[in-house]
């Protein structure tokens, strides 16, 4: 069974920083692509930031330049840097793993920026 165990999220002020981890553990392989989505209250789940294999990555235009995806293969995990937070990111992140045999989300996690 494939469980995405996080860390990381919480409360910050405006711009501060937070770093978010997701890993993977039991039988998953072949992970193609990684991913961080978030959902604020009254809104629908948006894509943040992906990688996949090589490295490439891409990031919703409202975090370019301020939010970093990285992965690190041989751990099966996924990180997401959060530097210049603003009010706006106050939202439930996930991660999402995207496999040949399914997809995999993790719960989610609270990030709350507020002075």
């Known amino acids: 069974q494939v469980q995405l165990v996080k860390s990381g999220g919480g409360l910050v002020q405006p711009g501060g920083s937070l770093r978010l981890s997701c890993a993977a553990s039991?039988?998953?392989?072949?992970?193609?692509?990684m991913g961080w989505y978030r959902q604020a209250p009254g809104k629908q789940r948006e894509l943040v930031a992906t990688i996949i294999g090589d490295g490439s990555t891409n990031y919703a235009d409202s975090v370019k330049g301020r939010f970093t995806i990285s992965r690190d293969n041989a751990k099966n995990t996924v990180y997401l840097q959060m530097n210049s937070l603003k009010p706006e990111d106050t939202a439930v992140y996930y991660c999402?793993?995207?496999?040949?045999?399914?997809?995999?989300w993790g719960q989610g996690t609270q990030v709350t920026v507020s002075s």
């Open positions: 039991g039988s998953i392989f072949s992970i193609y692509r």
């Open positions: 999402k793993f995207s496999t040949p045999r399914g997809v995999y």
